[in-house]
């Protein structure tokens, strides 16, 4: 297996918002790797483009022009059917807003993704009851999202997020709708999940968050404008 989870090469992103405008170019020319096992956060001004390329690397968009190799597999020119295929399988999302359904349990939230993939019904109990334990909540299998906390319903999606196994876990401003405490422990939470090996690509606005991570990315108009290790991986390097 690849040493990279994501390679993104000469990625390009053009809209057209209606005939009359000119088109906008939310990307130009983005050359990204990320290792299995890092931890990066993405930064940026609003109109930066970050939100673009969040949605390039979860498929769920796809580049003007350039390469997006996932796993190595070049992902940027499946047809729909395909790209769905390897969302489900390959990527897990968290959400500022959770996106639970509130008339589900906790247990049948963590399973939807399963369905598409046409787990049994046994296995896909057992995998969110599995993916409940690693957040902390197994004990919370039948309770509905309005019965939890704001930091229990992240948890859960983190959950969700985990059930697939990823290859690729995607955070889009996860402590946004928490207060500073709750969010510290979601946050405790992806540090665990990164020395487990998991490779995580966060979104966020907020610096003490991104210095949480391994590597910053900073765009502007489209473009990265740096690309940085932070201060606890200088720390991590020293000690060793």
């Known amino acids: 297996m690849s040493d990279?989870?994501?390679?993104?090469?000469?990625?390009?992103?053009?809209?057209?918002?209606?005939?009359?405008?000119?088109?906008?170019?939310?990307?130009?020319?983005?050359?990204?790797?990320?290792p299995r096992g890092q931890y990066l956060a993405i930064m940026g001004p609003s109109g930066s483009g970050k939100s673009t390329l969040m949605n390039?690397?979860?498929?769920?968009?796809?580049?003007?022009?350039?390469?997006?190799?996932?796993?190595?597999?070049?992902?940027?020119?499946?047809?729909?059917?395909?790209?769905?295929?390897?969302?489900?399988?390959?990527?897990?999302f968290v959400f500022q807003a959770f996106n639970l359904i509130p008339q589900l349990t906790i247990d049948e939230n963590v399973q939807v993704p399963l369905f598409y993939?046409?787990?049994?019904?046994?296995?896909?109990?057992r995998r969110a009851i599995r993916a409940l334990e690693r957040?902390?909540?197994?004990?919370?299998t039948d309770h509905r999202p309005n019965q939890l906390s704001g930091g229990q319903m992240q948890r859960v999606a983190i959950a969700r997020a985990l059930v697939t196994e990823p290859s690729l876990l995607l955070a889009d401003e996860p402590t946004g709708n928490l207060d500073s405490a709750t969010g510290d422990a979601i946050l405790d939470m992806f540090d665990e999940l990164r020395d487990q090996g998991l490779t995580i690509v966060m979104v966020t606005h907020d610096d003490p968050v991104a210095e949480r991570c391994e590597r910053i990315i900073r765009l502007r108009d489209g473009i990265i404008e740096s690309d940085h290790a932070t201060s606890q991986v200088a720390a991590a390097s020293s000690l060793g």
């Open 4 to 34: 990279l989870v994501a390679k993104i090469e000469a990625v390009e992103k053009t809209y057209q918002k209606n005939k009359a405008a000119p088109p906008v170019r939310a990307l130009r020319g983005i050359d990204l790797m990320v």
């Open 135 to 140: 957040v902390g909540l197994a004990d919370r």
């Open 56 to 92: 390039i690397i979860g498929c769920l968009d796809r580049p003007t022009r350039g390469r997006y190799l996932l796993d190595g597999e070049d992902v940027a020119q499946m047809n729909d059917e395909d790209l769905s295929r390897v969302r489900g399988r390959r990527l897990g």
């Open 117 to 125: 993939q046409a787990a049994p019904r046994r296995e896909r109990r």
